[in-house]
C-alpha cells in the first residue's frame, strides 16, 4: 500500500501522512488548552486563563488548516493513484500471454473480485494514514489521562472490543462479497444486456426489459439475505462494543467528578477527562470506519496481489530455457505432432491426437462443423494457449523454444471475434502493427491488401475520420468494420503465418470469394519469397476449393485432408458437404 501511494506521487504521500496526524493529535492537545483556560478562570489567573484560549485558537487553526490542506492533498493523490493503478492493471492484463483470464470462469470470478474493491484501490494510502493518525491520536489521549490519574490511561483500551468487533464483521462481509463474485458478474452481465447497443435491437423486438429486470432482481434477492444477516450481526457486535466502552466512560466520568468535589484534581483536569473522553468515543467510531476501510482495502490489495503473482507465473510458464529465433522465411513449415487439448478446468477433449504439416508457401483451409475444434487450433497456433498434449514445430523447432511475443510478430490474423475500435480510422487499422507508423501509404496498402480500397472514401474525414458513436463519430456497418479488421490483419505485409478465421463473414458470398481469391493471389506472391503460410477458416466451400491443402476436423479429429479434387473424388463428408451448399448457389 505503501509502495502504490509513493510509486503514483512521493510528496503528496508524505505531506498526507503528515497533515492527517498533525489533525488528529492537534484535538487532544486542544483538550489542554481548554483544562488550563478552566483552572485559570477558576483560581482568577487571567494570564492563565488566556494562554488556554490561545492554546485552543492557534490548535484549532491548526486542526482545520490540516484538515483542509489534507483533504486537497488526498484528492491530488487519489488522482495520481488511481492513475497509476489503472496503467498498472492495463499492464498486467494485457501483458499476460494466454487468455484462460478470459474464458475460465473461477479467473473471471477473481476478476470481478478485483472490480468490486476498485474504489478501495484508487488510494489504498488514505486509510493506512488514517489509520496510523487514529493511533496516534489515541497514543496521545492515553498519555494525558494518564497525567492525570494512571488507571484513566487504562480508558482507550474498553474500546478494542468495539474495533474488534467491527474489524470481524468486516471480514464477514469480504468473504460474503467474495463468495458471491459469480453472481455480481450476473447482475453486472444482466445490466450490460439491457442497456448496451449490441442487444439493445433484440431487447426491444424481443421486449425482453420486463424480463431482464426481473432476472437482475431475483439475483439480487438471493444475496439481500445474507446481506440482511450480516448486517444484524454487525450492529450486535458494535453495540456491544460500545456497550463496554460506554461503560468504562461511565465510571471514568463519575471517579473524575468525585475527585474533582474533593479537591484530588483540578477542574480543569476534571474538564480535560469529560473532553477525551468525549473526544475517544468520537475517535473509537472513525477509528472503526478506519479498521473497516482498511481491511477492505488490504483485501482489494489482496486481489491486485494476485494477479500479479498470475501475470508473473504465466509470464513464466512460456518463457524458453534455451530461446530460439523464428526464422526470418519457412523453409519446411509447420508441424502439428500428435496434439491433443483440453480446456484448464474442463474434461472434454476438444482437440485429440492431431497430426498435421502446414508445407512452406502453401495456402491451408480449415473446414468442420461448429465446435469441431478449428478455433482452437488457431488459439494453439498463436499461442494463446498450449497444448495439453504433444507439440507444435516451426521448420522443425519447438514452438515453446521461441518467445511467444517474437513468435507473434512474425503472424497476423483477421478474426471472426473482431475488436471494433472506436479510434480514428487510420488508427484502428493502424494498430495491426503497432511498429508501424500508420500514415496514408501503409494504411491504404493495407486495406488495398484486404480488398477495402474504397472504404477510405466511404468516410467523411477519410482515414482521419473518427469511428462509432461513442465518441461522436461515425457508424459503420458490421461489413465495413470487418473490413477495417481485415486490413489490420494486413498491416504487417509479409508474416511468416496469416490467419483468417471466418474474416469474411459478414460479407455476402461473391464479396467474400473475390475476398479469397485477392488473399490467395498475394499470400503464393509472399510464399515464393519467404515460405509464408495462409490458414483459411470459413464455412462457404466455395471459398476454400481454392486452397491447396483442405483439412475436415470433426470432434476435435482430422477426418479427411487433401486438396478439392481428391476429396470431391474420395466422396466423403467433404465432398457431400460442398454439394449441398452448391445448391444454393445455383
Known amino acids: 500500500m505503501l509502495s502504490i501511494s509513493w510509486e503514483s506521487d512521493r510528496a503528496r504521500t508524505a505531506f498526507t501522512l503528515i497533515t492527517a496526524t498533525t489533525q488528529y493529535v492537534a484535538l487532544p492537545l ?236 483540578t477542574v480543569g483536569a476534571l474538564a480535560l477527562v469529560v473532553t477525551l473522553g468525549a473526544q475517544m468515543n468520537a475517535q473509537l467510531a472513525t477509528l472503526a470506519l478506519n479498521v473497516a476501510w482498511l481491511a477492505r482495502a488490504i483485501h482489494a490489495l489482496n486481489r491486485l496481489v494476485w494477479l500479479e503473482d498470475y501475470a508473473s507465473d504465466a509470464r513464466a510458464a512460456v518463457v524458453p530455457k534455451d530461446p530460439v529465433s523464428p526464422p526470418e522465411h519457412l523453409k519446411q513449415g509447420i508441424v502439428l505432432d500428435s496434439v491433443g487439448f483440453t480446456y484448464p478446468g474442463g474434461n472434454r477433449r476438444i482437440l485429440e491426437d492431431v497430426n498435421l504439416v502446414l508445407p512452406a508457401g502453401s495456402i491451408i483451409a480449415l473446414v468442420g462443423e461448429n465446435g469441431s475444434g478449428k478455433s482452437t487450433l488457431v488459439k494453439l497456433l498463436t499461442r494463446m494457449y498450449e497444448p495439453t498434449s504433444g507439440q507444435v514445430l516451426v521448420d522443425g523447432v519447438a514452438l515453446t523454444s521461441m518467445p511467444v511475443n517474437a513468435w507473434r510478430h512474425h503472424i497476423s490474423a483477421g478474426i471472426q471475434d473482431f475488436g471494433r475500435y472506436e479510434f480514428l480510422a487510420r488508427q484502428t487499422v493502424g494498430v495491426g502493427d503497432v511498429l508501424v507508423d500508420p500514415d496514408d501509404a501503409a494504411v491504404k496498402a493495407a486495406l488495398a491488401r484486404a480488398s477495402a480500397p474504397d472504404l477510405v472514401s466511404q468516410l467523411p474525414s477519410g482515414l482521419d475520420s473518427q469511428l462509432g458513436v461513442s465518441f461522436g463519430g461515425c457508424d459503420l456497418s458490421t461489413g465495413q468494420w470487418q473490413k477495417l479488421a481485415l486490413a489490420r490483419a494486413m498491416m504487417r505485409p509479409a508474416p511468416l503465418l496469416l490467419i483468417l478465421d471466418e474474416p469474411t463473414a459478414s460479407l455476402d458470398a461473391a464479396s467474400e470469394h473475390a475476398t479469397f481469391e485477392r488473399f490467395t493471389s498475394a499470400a503464393r506472391a509472399v510464399a515464393s519469397t519467404k515460405g509464408a503460410i495462409t490458414l483459411l477458416i470459413s464455412h462457404r466451400f466455395s471459398t476454400v476449393r481454392m486452397a491447396d491443402l483442405i483439412v475436415v476436423l470433426s470432434g476435435g479429429r482430422i477426418v479427411e485432408k487433401g486438396s478439392h479434387s481428391e476429396l470431391m473424388e474420395a466422396g466423403g463428408s467433404y465432398a457431400a458437404l460442398y454439394r449441398v451448399q452448391a445448391t444454393f448457389y445455383r
Open 30 to 265: 486542544r483538550a489542554v488548552g481548554l483544562s488550563i483556560l478552566v483552572d485559570g478562570s477558576v483560581s482568577r489567573q487571567a494570564n492563565e486563563a488566556l494562554l488556554g484560549v490561545a492554546i485552543i485558537v492557534g490548535l484549532t487553526a491548526v486542526s482545520r488548516l490540516s484538515a483542509w490542506t489534507s483533504f486537497n492533498l488526498r484528492m491530488r493523490l487519489r488522482e495520481n493513484t488511481q492513475l497509476f493503478l489503472d496503467t498498472r492493471l492495463m499492464e498486467l492484463i494485457a501483458g499476460i500471454p494466454s487468455v484462460e483470464h478470459h474464458e475460465s470462469p473461477a479467473h473471471l470470478d477473481a476478476m470481478e473480485q478485483l472490480r468490486a474493491g476498485r474504489p478501495y484501490l484508487a488510494n489504498p494510502f488514505n486509510p493506512l494514514s488514517w489509520t496510523l493518525a487514529s493511533g496516534v491520536q489515541t497514543v496521545m489521549i492515553m498519555l494525558l489521562l494518564a497525567h492525570v490519574e494512571l488507571l484513566l490511561a487504562l480508558l482507550p483500551l474498553f474500546g478494542v472490543p468495539a474495533a474488534k468487533g467491527t474489524a470481524e464483521a468486516e471480514r464477514q462481509w469480504i468473504r460474503a462479497v467474495d463468495s458471491r463474485a459469480h453472481e455480481n458478474r450476473a447482475l453486472r452481465y444482466l445490466m450490460h444486456v439491457a442497456t448496451d447497443a449490441s442487444s439493445a435491437k433484440e431487447v426491444r423486438l424481443y421486449d425482453l426489459g420486463s424480463e431482464l429486470v426481473e432476472r437482475r432482481r431475483d439475483v439480487f434477492r438471493e444475496g439481500e439475505i445474507q446481506r440482511v444477516v450480516l448486517a444484524k450481526q454487525r450492529v450486535t457486535w458494535m453495540a456491544l462494543g460500545w456497550l463496554v466502552f460506554s461503560t468504562a466512560y461511565g465510571v471514568a466520568l463519575v471517579w473524575a467528578v468525585g475527585a474533582a468535589t474533593s479537591g484530588r484534581i
